[in-house]
């Protein structure tokens, strides 16, 4: 159902630099990209996340509430990720974990222009 997420950065080299290392631990590559954005995926038909300059021209402010969970396959992918995201310079936003009932296991963390991102895996 969802297509792509975008996500918006002031700094699109930066962005692209951290995104490129953090998305390859889930086997994403580019798969379209231009002065103003970057996709990145796994394979055509499968949900894209992007970054992008704002077409308003404005800065790239941080949705409040707004998160982006990258699906992984185990605990271990999860914790790859989250410590990936750590090793780029994201902030930490909880370790991963299991969360609730249900097993759900996760781990939260931010991105370098401050948008919420977790690693999260079911059973």
């Known amino acids: 159902m969802i297509g792509y997420i975008t996500l918006g950065t002031n700094d699109i080299d930066r962005a692209a630099k951290f995104y490129d290392a953090l998305l390859a631990e889930l086997g994403a590559k580019r798969v ?7 996709a990145w995926g796994t394979a055509p038909g499968v949900t894209a996340l992007s970054v992008i300059k704002p077409f308003d021209g ?3 402010t941080v949705g409040n509430g ?5 699906y992984a396959d185990n605990p271990e992918k999860v914790q790859a990720v989250y410590n990936k995201a750590l090793e780029l310079g994201a902030a930490d936003e909880g370790a991963p974990g299991p969360r609730g009932e249900g097993g759900f296991y996760g781990g939260y963390f931010r991105d370098l222009d401050g948008n919420k991102l977790n690693a999260f895996c079911l059973g």
């Open 66 to 70: 707004v998160m982006v969970a990258l």
């Open 58 to 60: 404005q800065p790239a």
């Open 32 to 38: 379209m990209e231009s002065e103003r954005y970057i």
